[in-house]
């Protein structure tokens, strides 16, 4: 019978490795929010998330995951069904009362708060980071969205003149909204070196083809969703008023993916730099420069 | 002589289709139970044991979250359902819904306001009370609503049925302008919650708002079932329903509370649901007939049966995700009803 002892502890010694590995049991994960899903899978988690919601469009593998709608109407049983270990969510989900539910389902829920700055960014990376155990990840993602955000600053210190720049969501002809302030569109717009056309509201608001000309925007910023809803370029430049502007006579139109440019995720300083090259051509030339200098 | 289906055997008919749907509601979801693993889900706590297995997840989630779900449905159909149907028969109006004196759209505007304005007040209160805070105001909304509509109606000490109806209806377009202003106020997130709200939802309901739904409809509609005889004769007109000895004002003003009772609770749970309090007392006028005695308890029945229905099409369409019921019931419900319309009468 020694044998077998010895067989056991043999068997127990080459095991070992593995169970080391996976001593961090897979878990499944359903992410809600874009950029809590970008995170995700920024921390190197991605591969155990199960389920999306449909704001979570990036990256490509989540497109082929179920969806459980969008993240503000949440079926509790919906959610349930793929069987998670963990829900991590914007505390944009809702509605609260399906929200209510899942944190009263026992199943760990992790709230990571949807803030339009930097610091919003680097909170939301640092919330999911701890939760999902990936806490070194976190520091050098924030690490790096800290440097590169720091660059870009550097670089627009020197360039004093801050175009007008008014932010457009559309879907469809005749449904434009314009960002106001306090909107993800306003704080990137500052964040890249403009500044928003319009101010004295709040959020979205539909815009008349007058005032629209009397805010002369120098650059029009737009989803790239948004442009194609309203025909491409051409069709921008057909919504009235459009053309009376600054932006519209020197056709200057800036397209960016929405979740890139309006998520404040992982990817927050790819967005300000792409746009802050957009905005600032002649800064991009040294840009570019440095860049390959640099890496 | 009538089929037993026609006849006495309507109640029994209606109950079993409840149950059925109720079960089939319980069974059938994002989650796969059969109706055996239900069974011996339910039977549990009862000391019944059936050799079904099943995981200790779904039963959980079978109490805490399809239960109440179900349970809310009934209770909402029944209530807007009965509510639908003694409108009718006091506005003796074919068209009359429970919308029509006002409770919806009171209800609807001020848990609107509740969502817009009250959102920075209500961030600062307990999440448990949250929840509560928008059917209770959508409550006392619905309520106000009807009382100025019943208040306008009012001359020298008579309720005019027909000034109350064009006063509805005039309060119902003053709220929708209320509504459209604070959408136009309103950000991105509070929209989706109005939107969500106005098209209506079972989901998120808990076993409080089962109580609460529960006690608020049984005790009107045990009021209104005993109203049928009373109904009946105001069939034959207001006057006549007073020579044959009915306090025809005093019906109206009980018929008309508990009624904004009864459907003011249901829209401020799960918000506004079109289209069963209109059409489930037909369907059961098509059925049997417009005997008020045996139209409103089944007009109930059928109206449970039909939210059940419409929730289980809500939950399963977009699995794991939800549409919105009030979608569900006029979408299937009126070509429904019009196919149903046009067999019964032979053509309009």
Known sequence: ????????????????????????????????????????????????????????????AVTKLPQVGYQRSLSTEGVLSLRPTRIVASTEAGPPQVVAQLKASGIPYVEAPAQHSVEGARVKITVLAKALDREA?????????????????????????????????????????????????????????????????????????????????????????????????????????????????????VALDDLLLLGFGPRLADAVEQLAGALHPALAERWVGEKTAGD | MKSFFHGNGALPVSVALVLAIGLTSLSLGAVHMSLGQVGAILGQPLGIRLPV??????AALLWTIRMPRVLCGVFVGAGLALGGAVLQGLFRNPLADPTLIGVSSGAALSSV?????????????????????????????????????????????????STMLLAGIALNSLCGAGIGILTFVANDAQLRNITFWSLGSLGGMTWSMVGILGIFTLVPALYLLRQ??????LLLGEAEAGHLGIDVESLKRRIVLSAALIVGVAVSFVGIIGFVGLVAPHLVRLWLGPDYRRLLPCAALIGAALIGAADLVARLVVVPAELPIGVVTALLGAPFFLWILRRERGGL
């Open chain 1, 1 to 60: 019978m020694k044998w077998m002892r010895w067989g056991g502890w043999l068997a127990a010694l080459s095991f070992f490795p593995m169970i080391a590995v996976s001593a961090e049991k897979r878990e499944r994960i359903v992410a809600i929010g874009g950029p809590v899903t970008e995170i995700v899978f920024a921390l190197g988690r991605g591969s155990e998330v199960v389920a999306v919601d449909s704001s979570s469009v990036y990256p490509e």
């Open chain 1, 137 to 253: 990840e976190g520091r050098a993602l924030c690490a790096e969205l800290d440097r590169r955000m720091a660059r870009v600053k550097a670089l627009l210190g020197a360039n004093l003149v801050r175009p007008k720049v008014l932010f457009v969501y559309a879907r469809g002809a005749g449904t434009m909204n314009i960002a106001g302030a306090d909107t993800a569109a306003d704080a990137m717009i500052a964040l890249a070196g403009g500044v928003n056309a319009v101010s004295g509201y709040d959020g979205y608001k539909p815009m008349t083809p007058e005032a629209l000309a009397a805010a002369a925007p120098e650059v029009i910023l737009i989803p790239n969703r948004g442009l194609e809803s309203l025909g491409g370029v051409d069709g921008l430049f057909r919504q009235p008023g459009v053309s009376l502007t600054p932006a519209g006579r020197n056709r200057r139109i």
């Open chain 2, 53 to 58: 297995s099943y995981e200790a997840g779904d």
């Open chain 2, 113 to 161: 306001s509740c969502l817009v304005v009250g959102d920075a007040f209500l961030r600062r209160v307990s999440p448990d009370w949250n929840l509560f805070a928008v059917p209770l105001a959508s409550f006392a909304g619905g309520f106000l609503l009807v009382s100025l509509v019943w208040r306008l109606s009012r001359q020298e000490g008579c309720t005019q049925v």
């Open chain 2, 228 to 233: 049928a005889r009373a109904l009946n004769v």
